[in-house]
C-alpha cells in the first residue's frame, strides 16, 4: 500500500506536476464576467484561467500550463471595465464582480503592436526555420493580420548561433524573450542553466557567463525545446547524416524504436495525442531504407534483468552479508538527463546509481556484437540509429565510455520529430500505412518494455518481474491483471511499500547468485519514483538529510515531467492533458501484449543461453551492459 506518512504526504504536496496542481478544485468559487459571459472559478485563478473556463480564447506567448505566470510578453492585455489602461490576463487575479473584455479596438490594437515589436526584432526566414507552421509567433501574425513589418525588421543576425551542445541548438535571433526557457530550466527542472540579462531593450536570455552551452552545467534533457514558442531553440538535427548513412550500400542501418516516440509521433500529421502508431511506424522506416527495425522494448527487458539483478544482489549484500559498501537505496540509471544531473549536483551519491546501462546504450551494445555475429555483418559496417523521446539521448550515445562493443554502441539518436521530418522528406503518409513488425531476433515485445515510457513504469516492469523471481508466485495473484496501479500516477514523487509475505525457489536464472530467498521472507520493499529534476532534487536532498526516501531500497528518477512521454524530442506542444493522453497509450499498448514481464520474454531467454552464458550480472553481461561512476561525477567502463 501507499506509504501515508506526514513526511512522504508533505513531499507529494510540494512535487505535485505544476499544472495539476494549479487547476485543483479549490473552495470559495469566485464570480466574474468575461464578454458579458458569467464564469465561475476558483480562488486563486487568473482572468486568463477564467476565459479558458468560459471557451473564450485570450492569446499568450510567454504562458504555458507547465509553468508559474510571467506577464513578460504582453499579447495578452485585456480591458477591465473602469480601470485605467490595459491588463496581462496571465497574472491579474480573477476577482469578484469583475467585469473583463477580451477583444475591443484597443485590446486588438495593443496586441497588433505588441506583435509588430516582436518581430521587429525577431531574425530569421520562416520557411527554412525548423518551427515552421508550428511556431506561436508566426501563428500569431498570422491572426492579427500581420502583412507587413511595420516597426523594421532586423537587417542582418546579431547572434552567433550556439552549435557546442550535443543536443540543443541556440539561435537567439530568433528569441522573442518569453523567458519560457528560463522559467522550464529554473522552475520545472531545477538546472538554472538558463537566465534573463540586462534591462529594457538590452533584456537577453543568456547562459552562466554567456559561455557557449556545452560549457555550462546544462542536462540536455530539451524541456526548453518543448516551451519554446518559436525555433530559438531546437534539437541538434542529424537527419542528413542518417540520410548518407542509408544512402552508402556499404552499410547496413538499422534502428531502435522506444515506446513513447510511437506514442506521439502521429501528432505531427494531425493526429490527437495519444494515437499509438507503433506498426505503421515500422512500415515508414522501412520504406525510408533501413536493413532492420527493432523494438527498444526487448532492451527495455534486458535492462529489467540486469537492473533487478543487481538490486538482489544489493539487498543480499546490506541484508545478509551486511557489506558497508553496498549503497542503498539503488537509483535506476536509464535517464541521461537523470545521469547528467545527479553528476553536476550530487557526485558524492554517484554510487546509488545502477551500473546497468539504458535500453539504448544496452541495445547498442547487443548490435554490435551479438547481432553481428548472428548476421555475420562486420560491426564497423553497422550504423545503428534509436528513435528516442530526449535530446539527451544524443549526448549520451556520443559519451566516449559507450563503446564497449568495440565501436561507437550507438551512432545516432533520433527524436521523434526528426523522424517525422525524415518521413515527410520520403512522401510517406504515415497515419494510413499498413501494418509491419519489427525484425528477427528481437521482434517479441512486452508490455514491461512498453510502459517504460511513462513515469513508473520502470519501476513496474522491474516489480513484475522481482515479485515473480523471489516468490515463485504470478504477480497477478497480487496486483489485479498485472497492473501495479501504486506506482503509476502524476504525482512528482512517490513513496510505495510492498511487503514480501512468501518466497519461492531460486529460478534457473539466478541460480547462479543465489541459494535460496529466505532471507526475504518477510521483509518490506520500499520503492520510490520521482519524474522532473526538480522533483528529484528534493528525492535527493532527503535521502542526504536521512529522510524517508532514505529507507528505501530501489528508486525510479526520470529527469522529464511524466517521464520519457514528455522527453524533449518529443512532438510540440506539450502540456499535462498531452503527456495523459500519450500514457492512455502506452498502458493501453501493454494490456493488448501476450507477453507482459520482462523474463518471460522469449528473446531475452534466448540471449543469455546463446550470448551472455554466465547469466544475469555475468562477467560478459558486466562488460557490455553495465557502467561504473566514480565520485569525480565521470563515466568509466
Known amino acids: 500500500m501507499p506509504k501515508s506518512s506526514a513526511q512522504v504526504d508533505s513531499l507529494c504536496r510540494q512535487a505535485?506536476?505544476?499544472?495539476?496542481?494549479?487547476?485543483?478544485?479549490?473552495?470559495?468559487?469566485?464570480?466574474?464576467?468575461?464578454?458579458?459571459?458569467?464564469?465561475?472559478?476558483?480562488?486563486?485563478?487568473?482572468?486568463?484561467?477564467?476565459?479558458?473556463?468560459?471557451?473564450?480564447?485570450?492569446?499568450?506567448?510567454?504562458?504555458?500550463?507547465?509553468l508559474r505566470a510571467g506577464g513578460h510578453c504582453r499579447v495578452c492585455v485585456v480591458e477591465i471595465v473602469g480601470q485605467r489602461g490595459l491588463h496581462a490576463a496571465c497574472t491579474y487575479p480573477a476577482t469578484p464582480g469583475l467585469k473583463v473584455v477580451t477583444s475591443s479596438p484597443s485590446v486588438r490594437k495593443a496586441r497588433r503592436h505588441v506583435i509588430d515589436l516582436l518581430l521587429a526584432n525577431h531574425y530569421g526566414e520562416c520557411n527554412t526555420c525548423s518551427r515552421n507552421r508550428n511556431c506561436e509567433l508566426q501563428s500569431l501574425a498570422r491572426e492579427y493580420g500581420v502583412d507587413a513589418f511595420r516597426f523594421g525588421q532586423p537587417a542582418a543576425p546579431r547572434h552567433a548561433i550556439d552549435h557546442t551542445s550535443a543536443s540543443i541548438v541556440r539561435d537567439m535571433n530568433k528569441c522573442v524573450l518569453c523567458r519560457r526557457c528560463v522559467r522550464t530550466c529554473n522552475e520545472l527542472q531545477d538546472v538554472g542553466c538558463l537566465a534573463i540579462e540586462g534591462r529594457g531593450a538590452k533584456s537577453h536570455i543568456t547562459t552562466f557567463g554567456d559561455k557557449p552551452l556545452a560549457s555550462v552545467v546544462c542536462i540536455s534533457c530539451g524541456q526548453c525545446i518543448n516551451r519554446c514558442p518559436t525555433g530559438a531553440l531546437s534539437e541538434a538535427d542529424q537527419t542528413d547524416e542518417i540520410w548518407a548513412m542509408l544512402d552508402d550500400p556499404s552499410k547496413h542501418v538499422v534502428i531502435q524504436t522506444a515506446p513513447s516516440p510511437r506514442a506521439a509521433i502521429g501528432e505531427c500529421f494531425g493526429l490527437p495525442p495519444g494515437t499509438a502508431l507503433t506498426f505503421e511506424m515500422n512500415t515508414a522506416i522501412k520504406r525510408i531504407g533501413f536493413d532492420a527495425v527493432f523494438d527498444t522494448n526487448f532492451s527495455a527487458d534486458l535492462t529489467i534483468i540486469e537492473e533487478g539483478t543487481e538490486l538482489l544482489q544489493r539487498l543480499h549484500g546490506a541484508l545478509v552479508r551486511q557489506d558497508p559498501e553496498v549503497r542503498l537505496p539503488q537509483l535506476t540509471s536509464c535517464s541521461p538527463g537523470w545521469i547528467k544531473y545527479i553528476e553536476h549536483f550530487y557526485p558524492d551519491q554517484l554510487g546509488l546509481l545502477s551500473s546497468a546501462k539504458s535500453p539504448q546504450q544496452m541495445f547498442g551494445s547487443v548490435i554490435k556484437t551479438y547481432y553481428a555475429?548472428?548476421?555475420?555483418?562486420?560491426?564497423?559496417?553497422?550504423?545503428?540509429?534509436?528513435?528516442?523521446?530526449?535530446?539527451?539521448?544524443?549526448?549520451?550515445?556520443?559519451?566516449?565510455?559507450?563503446?564497449?562493443?568495440?565501436?561507437?554502441?550507438?551512432?545516432?539518436?533520433?527524436?521523434?520529430?526528426?523522424?517525422?521530418?525524415?518521413?515527410?522528406?520520403?512522401?510517406?503518409?504515415?497515419?494510413?500505412?499498413?501494418?509491419?513488425?519489427?525484425?528477427?531476433?528481437?521482434?517479441?515485445?512486452?508490455?514491461?518494455?512498453?510502459?517504460?515510457?511513462?513515469?513508473g513504469g520502470v519501476m513496474e516492469a522491474a516489480l513484475r518481474t522481482v515479485?515473480?523471481?523471489?516468490?515463485?508466485?504470478?504477480?497477478?495473484?497480487?496486483?489485479?491483471?498485472?497492473?501495479?496501479?501504486?506506482?503509476?500516477?502524476?504525482?512528482?514523487?512517490?513513496?510505495?511499500?510492498?511487503?514480501?509475505?512468501?518466497?519461492?525457489?531460486?529460478?534457473?536464472?539466478?541460480?547462479?547468485?543465489?541459494?535460496?530467498?529466505?532471507?526475504?521472507?518477510?521483509?518490506?520493499?520500499?520503492?520510490?519514483?520521482?519524474?522532473?529534476?526538480?522533483?528529484?532534487?528534493?528525492?535527493?536532498?532527503?535521502?542526504?538529510?536521512?529522510?524517508?526516501?532514505?529507507?528505501?531500497?530501489?528508486?525510479?528518477?526520470?529527469?522529464?515531467?511524466?517521464?520519457?512521454?514528455?522527453?524533449?524530442?518529443?512532438?510540440?506542444?506539450?502540456?499535462?492533458?498531452?503527456?495523459?493522453?500519450?500514457?492512455?497509450?502506452?498502458?493501453?499498448?501493454?494490456?493488448?501484449?501476450?507477453?507482459?514481464?520482462?523474463?518471460?520474454?522469449?528473446?531475452?531467454?534466448?540471449?543469455?543461453?546463446e550470448f551472455l552464458k554466465e547469466g544475469p550480472g555475468g562477467h560478459k553481461a558486466h562488460e557490455l551492459l553495465h557502467t561504473t561512476y566514480t565520485p569525480r561525477g565521470k563515466f568509466i567502463s
Open 16 to 66: 505535485q506536476d505544476p499544472a495539476h496542481a494549479a487547476g485543483a478544485a479549490v473552495a470559495n468559487p469566485i464570480n466574474l464576467t468575461i464578454d458579458d459571459i458569467p464564469v465561475a472559478v476558483p480562488e486563486g485563478s487568473t482572468i486568463l484561467q477564467a476565459a479558458s473556463v468560459a471557451g473564450l480564447r485570450i492569446p499568450t506567448l510567454c504562458n504555458h500550463p507547465d
Open 373 to 455: 555475429e548472428q548476421h555475420g555483418i562486420d560491426a564497423k559496417d553497422i550504423v545503428s540509429v534509436a528513435l528516442m523521446p530526449c535530446t539527451a539521448k544524443k549526448f549520451e550515445c556520443d559519451r566516449p565510455e559507450m563503446a564497449d562493443s568495440g565501436h561507437k554502441d550507438v551512432d545516432f539518436a533520433l527524436t521523434a520529430r526528426e523522424l517525422a521530418k525524415m518521413v515527410r522528406e520520403a512522401g510517406i503518409d504515415l497515419p494510413h500505412l499498413p501494418q509491419s513488425d519489427f525484425d528477427d531476433p528481437f521482434e517479441t515485445p512486452t508490455g514491461s518494455g512498453v510502459i517504460f515510457g511513462a513515469t
Open 467 to 609: 515479485i515473480e523471481l523471489v516468490t515463485g508466485r504470478k504477480v497477478e495473484d497480487f496486483y489485479e491483471n498485472a497492473n501495479i496501479v501504486p506506482v503509476r500516477g502524476i504525482e512528482g514523487v512517490r513513496l510505495i511499500e510492498l511487503p514480501i509475505p512468501e518466497v519461492g525457489p531460486v529460478p534457473d536464472l539466478l541460480r547462479h547468485l543465489f541459494d535460496d530467498f529466505e532471507w526475504l521472507r518477510g521483509a518490506t520493499l520500499r520503492v520510490g519514483v520521482a519524474h522532473g529534476t526538480a522533483n528529484a532534487r528534493k528525492v535527493m536532498d532527503d535521502i542526504k538529510q536521512g529522510g524517508v526516501f532514505s529507507t528505501c531500497h530501489f528508486i525510479e528518477v526520470m529527469a522529464c515531467p511524466g517521464g520519457c512521454l514528455g522527453g524533449g524530442g518529443q512532438p510540440i506542444p506539450t502540456s499535462p492533458e498531452i503527456r495523459a493522453a500519450r500514457a492512455r497509450a502506452i498502458y493501453g499498448e501493454d494490456a493488448s501484449y501476450e507477453v507482459r514481464k520482462s523474463h518471460e520474454n522469449p528473446q531475452i531467454a534466448r540471449i543469455y543461453q
